[in-house]
């Protein structure tokens, strides 16, 4: 029995060396799978089935968070067997080089400031900080004009939003001056 | 010829003063954002969503068919111009689109490219007046188990069948199914996945799903990754053909209407099958006329292609408007845009409001019409586009994506939504997921439970009953073959594996020598 045991582990050795080959991210993505589809499944269980439905429910959600998490387990698989992902190409995407995830970060920052100070700075000015902030974030130094573009952007938004269309954004501490 | 005169009903409603207006500034907004870099068409009509939402319905629509059009024609210009198609469909046209514009024959490109689009996208939606309604007065027949099962089938074909890892494309679906569990559920009224957020178990808002999986993870992504060195972008003039040019031109553009048409009416959708059909039959075509300029720029490689592909935009729409089931990334956004007038796109539709069916039909021919009067002239214009700087471009593109999440329902919760989607978006991105399954998903996942439901009570809880219905059994027949037959053609003929293969290498030399 040892013999056909033998032969995969060395068939398999010369992947052990961890190396670009595999990508270990990937079983991030599995794991996180796994947790949703296991969320979705307990959280129908905490459903109360009604009358007359045969179905309820509880059915999709099972089915659901039971495919996922295996679709997870076989994600982790297939992940150290060497499978890699396809990173998506597109027309301002560079694949070459390292990804920056600290303009990600920054960028994510932005908006959350925006989510945040929606409510009460209105549209027009959030909305401009967002402009701003973001081609900061993406390395434009030309903080002046950003402002003006940004300022214009969200103003004019505000009056097209408010009179073309009947949407009336929040205007915020500007209350009265729109 | 009842359709027609009922088409004709149609473009009495939408041509008024005003609605031509809408048309126009619908083709104008859609080629503009269409043909900035790094958006393609989904995206275009993603962002573009909130500027219809004072309108009525009919008005809303025209300007839908204009973005929707526009779109398409944009993306297809920056193929041309920069060589980095930003969607699969656009692969084929910028193969030998931007060759021709490295030669100096930009104007030709662009010109084939806009004419080709405006004979396929009108026939493709003269087809769509004569099928639809039939398909329409057949599917209002079909019950919910059937219907049920058609929903599944469209799942198989764009996970498994067009994506290219299986895997990767049911995670993808699952992921939106799972999206469109949130809220309260149908029957019972019970919150599902809602984390006690009364906001969640409102529904998470298809608009802002489709923002923020289309536009903000793009943007986020792009970000990661930002080009630092600036493409290199060939100047156009206005577009012209001459004879020979046209001569060359109209029989591709005809062949790819044929190729287009049928793969975006089928459930199977998509328009990279037959964008590469049209491509492979115009270089054999050419080859066997002895005059083969593909690999240095021919003219029929933009024209096929190029006319596939907006027949097959055309054709998405019978599914859309007959079934209700979205096949491509940019229809399934329409659909979302359409569910936010209150309309279910199903077999009701055509019965039930034909009016607005028609307006939308007459609207797409007036969109095609007016882009083709729009943009032969202000190509240049559009050209100058992509010189756009970059940081400026995707703080655009943010700002906008709040704004359209946000002025749905004026919620600031929605907005965090889209910051937490558009992260899922940019993972889906790194990890090579798909997006089209998961939007899908998130559309079709409370309609196919419904359905089953309905199925289940009809039948009094008899599982059996999801097959009652021959069409049923018929349809999971071809879902059977749908799943199986790759498999087995991958074994049987390794010959359109080789045939993609020698194109990729194709690519390969094009990056090489750019």
């Given at each position: 029995?040892?013999?056909?045991?033998?032969?995969p582990?060395?068939a398999?050795?010369p992947?052990?060396?961890?190396?670009p080959?595999?990508?270990?991210?990937?079983?991030?993505?599995?794991?996180?799978?796994?947790?949703?589809?296991?969320?979705?499944?307990?959280?129908?269980?905490?459903?109360?089935?009604?009358?007359?439905?045969?179905?309820?429910?509880?059915?999709?959600?099972?089915?659901?968070?039971?495919?996922?998490?295996?679709?997870?387990?076989?994600?982790a698989?297939?992940t150290?067997?060497?499978?890699?992902?396809?990173?998506?190409?597109?027309?301002?995407?560079?694949?070459r080089?390292?990804?920056?995830?600290t303009?990600?970060?920054?960028?994510?920052?932005?908006?959350m400031?925006?989510?945040?100070t929606?409510?009460?700075?209105?549209?027009?000015?959030?909305?401009a900080?967002?402009?701003?902030?973001?081609?900061?974030?993406?390395?434009?130094?030309?903080?002046?004009?950003?402002v003006?573009?940004?300022?214009?952007?969200?103003?004019?938004?505000?009056?097209a939003?408010?009179?073309g269309?009947g949407?009336?954004?929040?205007?915020?501490?500007?209350?009265?001056?729109? | 010829?009842?359709?027609?005169?009922l088409?004709?009903?149609?473009?009495?409603?939408?041509?008024?003063p005003?609605?031509?207006?809408?048309?126009?500034?619908?083709?104008?907004?859609?080629?503009?954002?269409?043909?900035?870099?790094?958006?393609?068409?989904?995206?275009?009509?993603?962002?573009?969503?909130?500027v219809?939402?004072g309108l009525?319905?009919?008005?809303?629509f025209?300007m839908?068919?204009?973005?929707?059009?526009?779109?398409?024609?944009?993306?297809?210009?920056?193929?041309?111009l920069?060589n980095?198609?930003?969607?699969?469909?656009?692969?084929?046209?910028?193969l030998?689109?931007?060759?021709?514009?490295?030669?100096?024959?930009a104007?030709?490109?662009?010109?084939?490219?806009?004419?080709?689009?405006?004979?396929?996208?009108?026939?493709?939606?003269?087809?769509?007046?004569?099928?639809?309604?039939?398909?329409?007065?057949?599917?209002?027949?079909i019950?919910a188990?059937?219907?049920?099962?058609?929903?599944?089938l469209?799942?198989?074909?764009?996970?498994?069948?067009?994506?290219?890892?299986?895997?990767?494309?049911?995670?993808?679906?699952?992921?939106?199914?799972?999206?469109?569990?949130?809220?309260?559920?149908?029957?019972?009224g019970?919150?599902?996945?809602?984390?006690?957020?009364p906001?969640?178990?409102?529904?998470?808002?298809?608009?802002?799903?489709?923002?923020?999986?289309?536009?903000l993870?793009?943007?986020?992504?792009?970000?990661?990754?930002l080009?630092?060195?600036?493409?290199?972008?060939?100047?156009?003039?206005?577009?012209w053909?001459?004879?020979?040019?046209l001569?060359?031109?109209?029989?591709?553009?005809?062949?790819?209407?044929?190729?287009?048409?049928?793969?975006?009416?089928?459930?199977?959708?998509?328009?990279e099958?037959?964008?590469?059909l049209?491509?492979?039959?115009e270089?054999?075509?050419?080859?066997?006329?002895?005059?083969?300029?593909?690999g240095?720029?021919?003219?029929?490689?933009?024209?096929?292609?190029?006319?596939?592909?907006?027949?097959?935009?055309?054709?998405?729409?019978?599914?859309l408007?007959?079934?209700?089931?979205?096949?491509t990334?940019?229809?399934?956004?329409?659909?979302?845009?359409?569910?936010?007038?209150?309309?279910?796109?199903?077999?009701?539709?055509?019965?039930?409001?034909?009016?607005?069916?028609w307006?939308?039909?007459?609207?797409?021919l007036?969109?095609?019409?007016?882009l083709?009067?729009?943009?032969?002239?202000l190509?240049?214009?559009?050209a100058?586009?992509?010189?756009?700087?970059?940081?400026?471009?995707?703080?655009?593109?943010?700002?906008?994506?709040?704004?359209?999440?946000?002025?749905?329902?004026?919620?600031?919760?929605?907005?965090?939504?889209?910051?937490?989607?558009?992260?899922?978006?940019?993972?889906?991105?790194?990890?090579?997921?798909?997006?089209?399954?998961l939007?899908?998903g998130?559309?079709?996942?409370?309609?196919?439970?419904?359905?089953?439901?309905e199925?289940?009570?009809?039948?009094?809880?008899?599982?059996?009953?999801?097959?009652?219905?021959?069409?049923?059994?018929?349809?999971?027949?071809v879902?059977?073959?749908?799943?199986?037959?790759?498999l087995?053609l991958?074994?049987?003929r390794p010959?359109?594996?080789?045939?993609?293969?020698?194109?990729?290498?194709?690519?390969?030399?094009?990056?090489?020598?750019?």
């Amino acid at each position: 029995m040892s013999t056909p045991l033998d032969t995969p582990t060395t068939a398999e050795s010369p992947r052990e060396h961890p190396g670009p080959d595999r990508d270990l991210a990937q079983l991030g993505l599995a794991a996180a799978l796994v947790v949703i589809g296991a969320y979705t499944v307990y959280d129908a269980t905490t459903l109360r089935v009604g009358f007359g439905d045969p179905v309820g429910p509880r059915v999709f959600p099972y089915v659901i968070g039971a495919v996922t998490v295996v679709l997870g387990v076989l994600l982790a698989i297939a992940t150290l067997r060497g499978d890699v992902a396809e990173a998506e190409g597109g027309e301002d995407v560079d694949l070459r080089q390292p990804a920056d995830w600290t303009t990600v970060l920054k960028l994510v920052g932005v908006l959350m400031v925006t989510v945040l100070t929606v409510s009460f700075l209105g549209w027009a000015i959030s909305g401009a900080i967002l402009f701003v902030g973001a081609a900061w974030s993406l390395g434009s130094r030309t903080l002046v004009r950003d402002v003006i573009v940004g300022l214009v952007l969200s103003v004019t938004s505000w009056y097209a939003f408010h009179e073309g269309l009947g949407v009336i954004l929040p205007a915020g501490i500007l209350d009265g001056v729109l | 010829m009842d359709n027609l005169s009922l088409l004709m009903d149609g473009f009495g409603s939408v041509l008024t003063p005003q609605n031509l207006l809408f048309a126009c500034i619908g083709v104008l907004l859609g080629t503009f954002v269409g043909v900035l870099p790094g958006i393609g068409p989904a995206m275009a009509v993603a962002l573009l969503l909130p500027v219809t939402y004072g309108l009525d319905p009919i008005g809303a629509f025209i300007m839908f068919a204009g973005i929707y059009y526009g779109g398409m024609y944009g993306g297809s210009t920056t193929s041309i111009l920069l060589n980095t198609p930003g969607e699969s469909a656009s692969v084929m046209t910028a193969l030998e689109g931007n060759l021709m514009a490295r030669a100096g024959r930009a104007s030709q490109a662009l010109a084939t490219a806009a004419i080709g689009s405006f004979i396929a996208g009108t026939i493709g939606t003269l087809l769509v007046v004569f099928f639809a309604p039939a398909l329409a007065s057949v599917a209002v027949e079909i019950g919910a188990p059937s219907y049920f099962a058609l929903m599944v089938l469209a799942m198989i074909m764009v996970t498994s069948v067009l994506g290219g890892s299986p895997l990767r494309g049911f995670i993808a679906l699952f992921l939106g199914l799972t999206i469109g569990l949130v809220g309260l559920d149908l029957n019972t009224g019970q919150p599902r996945l809602s984390f006690d957020q009364p906001l969640l178990a409102d529904r998470i808002d298809v608009v802002v799903v489709a923002v923020g999986i289309f536009a903000l993870g793009e943007a986020l992504w792009v970000a990661a990754h930002l080009r630092r060195s600036p493409l290199h972008v060939i100047p156009v003039g206005r577009p012209w053909m001459d004879r020979t040019d046209l001569r060359r031109s109209w029989g591709p553009w005809l062949r790819g209407t044929a190729y287009g048409f049928p793969f975006g009416a089928l459930p199977a959708g998509g328009a990279e099958i037959p964008t590469f059909l049209s491509y492979l039959t115009e270089k054999r075509i050419a080859k066997r006329k002895g005059v083969d300029e593909f690999g240095k720029g021919a003219i029929e490689g933009v024209a096929g292609p190029e006319a596939a592909n907006n027949a097959s935009a055309a054709g998405t729409f019978v599914p859309l408007l007959a079934l209700g089931l979205p096949v491509t990334a940019t229809s399934a956004v329409m659909l979302a845009a359409l569910q936010g007038y209150g309309i279910e796109p199903g077999p009701g539709l055509m019965t039930d409001q034909p009016e607005l069916v028609w307006a939308l039909l007459a609207s797409l021919l007036i969109g095609n019409a007016l882009l083709l009067v729009l943009n032969l002239p202000l190509a240049p214009v559009w050209a100058k586009l992509l010189r756009i700087p970059r940081p400026q471009l995707y703080a655009g593109i943010l700002f906008f994506a709040a704004l359209g999440a946000y002025a749905a329902n004026l919620q600031a919760f929605d907005l965090f939504l889209l910051v937490l989607l558009g992260l899922l978006g940019l993972a889906m991105r790194r990890f090579g997921l798909p997006v089209l399954p998961l939007v899908l998903g998130v559309i079709l996942g409370p309609l196919m439970e419904f359905r089953l439901r309905e199925a289940m009570a009809i039948s009094g809880g008899e599982v059996s009953g999801l097959w009652s219905e021959p069409l049923a059994v018929v349809i999971y027949v071809v879902v059977a073959i749908a799943v199986v037959a790759p498999l087995v053609l991958r074994r049987v003929r390794p010959a359109p594996a080789a045939v993609a293969e020698e194109l990729d290498i194709h690519t390969h030399d094009e990056e090489k020598v750019r």
